[in-house]
């Protein structure tokens, strides 16, 4: 996984037009900037104002561009809140963001008076959880600090250290509270746990809830985003409410989640971003020397994982499907998450052959309509499609990302050049948006997003013609 060219951080510029892409690398600083909090980084101004997991891990891989220790502390504060079990909450909330600022909020989940498990003082977080990035952000500061000087170097060495045991504790966390079947596939229990909240791969599962009575409950989301149309509609929202009440009710204690809970589905995204991240632990525990039964272990997780994957295999869609644990069947949706066995990696020659046709298909990449050949979230030949509504088709930056990262380590060269020169071009159009309407490629959800403007840092900063490749 390691050996990425990256340029040194004063020529954050390559291979679009010098000035254009140094000008794009200042904006994007600037938002991260005031999207500080000191320690950590709010996902976004308003819509978000608290610290979102996954965000972070690919906040961390921005700053490692900027400044490596600043990217480490991202990290550390948000693993500072890691559960007991080893879970590492979905959000730590701001102790000073406004009650009114998001709903759920900390005072509706109640975690520490939930589950023994969370962490019993403020700053709270939920009693969820989200996709795994946070080893991948753990390495790529470590390799940005190798560019660095020696007091650089040794601090990413002492963080690498701190963080290792915290990041075996989250990832057997997952392959064992969340997968006691040792399929190598995570289950969640609610779609924000995905991280892809209302993507019509939950549509099923949430369609066969009978749901309770939530009361009313404030949509403070609604303020900050141009149109409804944005966001999960109000009966989208009466589910996630429900399971969250569903899951207070459990005590948050996963084995009577697992007993009980109505929605639980294998999700193949996430799945397979554990195996990458699985990649990059492995290569932490060989950096700290950790013991050789770890990285056995660690080895092991990935196989497992890829092995569950290879099971999730639809011909038909020639991508992969979730599974619902409830229904018993696997969810017939197309979307990005069916490229899942990419960003997992160790494929068969055949079985990336199939997936990149799918890539390039009319379902994907190849839809005429599209404004920019990236990925729409959703297949826009999926009836379930809406290019304007959150997951149910926008393209998303951080998935832009994934998807490049892991076309570049399958030995895609070509293709995630691509993607990389597309996006940006989207960024350096549109600006730094949490999502784009996949047709007219207008800038949806909030603006200045942290991710975004940290993925546009890791294009900006990645040379894909090092000089010692080019011919003399
Ligand atoms: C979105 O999710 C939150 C709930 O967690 C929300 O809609 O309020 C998702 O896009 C999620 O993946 C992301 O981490 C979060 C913050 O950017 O926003």
Request: charge should be negative; hydrophobic fraction near 40%.
């Amino acid at each position: 996984m390691r050996g990425h060219d990256y340029r040194g951080r004063d020529s954050l510029s390559h291979s679009a037009p010098r000035e254009a892409s140094a000008k794009l690398a200042l904006k994007a600083n600037d938002v991260l900037r005031r999207n500080d909090m000191g320690g950590w980084t709010k996902a976004a101004p308003e819509l978000y104002p608290h610290q979102w997991s996954w965000d972070s891990a690919f906040i961390a891989i921005g700053l490692a561009h900027l400044d490596t220790r600043c990217a480490a502390r991202e990290l550390e504060t948000l693993f500072a809140h890691q559960w007991k079990t080893g879970k590492v909450p979905h959000i730590v909330f701001n102790e000073e963001a406004p009650p009114e600022s998001y709903f759920p909020g900390p005072e509706h989940w109640a975690c520490a008076a939930t589950s023994p498990d969370a962490p019993p003082a403020p700053p709270y977080t939920s009693c969820l959880s989200q996709p795994p990035v946070h080893a991948i952000g753990a390495l790529r500061i470590w390799e940005a600090a190798q560019r660095g000087s020696e007091d650089e170097i040794l601090a990413a060495n002492s963080f690498l250290k701190g963080i290792y045991p915290r990041l075996l504790s989250w990832h057997r966390y997952l392959l064992t509270y969340r997968d006691p079947e040792r399929s190598g596939l995570v289950t969640i229990y609610h779609p924000w746990g995905s991280g892809t909240d209302n993507s019509p791969r939950w549509d099923a599962p949430l369609e066969a809830l009978e749901v309770g009575d939530v009361g009313p409950y404030p949509r403070h989301d609604l303020q900050h985003v141009g149109s409804p149309s944005q966001r999960p509609t109000n009966a989208e929202y009466d589910r996630y409410l429900w399971l969250v009440n569903l899951i207070k009710r459990a005590g948050c204690d996963e084995a009577t989640i697992y007993e009980t809970h109505p929605f639980l589905v294998k999700d193949v995204l996430t799945s397979a971003i554990l195996v990458a991240a699985n990649e990059a632990l492995l290569e932490i525990a060989d950096l700290v020397g950790a013991p050789e039964e770890e990285q056995a272990l660690i080895a092991e997780w990935m196989a497992r994982g890829r092995q569950g994957l290879e099971g999730c295999w639809d011909a038909e869609f020639g991508s992969c499907l979730d599974y619902d644990l409830r229904a018993g069947r696997p969810l017939r949706v197309r979307t990005v998450a069916g490229f899942a066995p990419l960003i997992a990696g160790g494929l068969r020659r055949e079985r990336l052959g199939a997936l990149l046709e799918t890539f390039d298909s009319t379902a994907f990449l190849g839809h005429r309509g599209l404004r920019w050949p990236l990925p729409p979230s959703t297949s826009p030949e999926d009836p379930r499609f809406k290019p304007r509504s959150y997951w149910r088709g926008p393209t998303w930056p951080v998935v832009n990302w994934l998807f490049w990262w892991s076309l570049l380590r399958v030995g895609e060269h070509e293709r995630a050049e691509e993607l990389r020169r597309t996006a940006l071009d989207q960024l350096a159009v549109r600006g730094f948006g949490e999502y784009f309407d996949p047709f007219t490629g207008q800038l949806l959800g909030s603006a200045n997003q942290s991710w975004t403007a940290a993925v546009a840092l890791d294009w900006l900063a990645y040379d894909p013609a090092p000089e010692e490749n080019l011919p003399s």
